[in-house]
């Protein structure tokens, strides 16, 4: 059993160690690579407002993509709807109780405006 991948968006990671003309670090990104997914959408309610003792995420989209699919906090991800950048590490959810390999992963993202 396979769930399906019918849109493809593509990924740059983000490449530490850049430095400016003046040696300044700065953000930079490798080469686009085209990732295949499942799709996106709002996210799901599973985080509690900011709390002293809780970590807050915010995000823009949940994407969900197949199992083993790799990004990093900051890589930059392409979809039809804009630019987005990555908040956290993927979420796997093929090890649960019940374990179904093709479970896959949720991403979770954050637009990139300016």
Known sequence: MS??????????????????????????WGAPVDVPVHGWAPPSPDREPAQDNRDLVLRDLDMYAPAGTTGSPGDRWTLPDGVFEQVGHP????????????????????RVEG
């Open 91 to 110: 979420e796997d959810y093929t090890h649960g109780p019940w374990a179904n390999p093709v479970a896959g992963v949720r991403i979770s993202l954050k």
């Open 3 to 28: 769930i399906p991948t019918p849109y493809t968006v593509q990924r740059e990671p983000l490449t530490p160690g850049a430095t400016d003309g003046h040696g300044n670090p700065v953000d930079a």
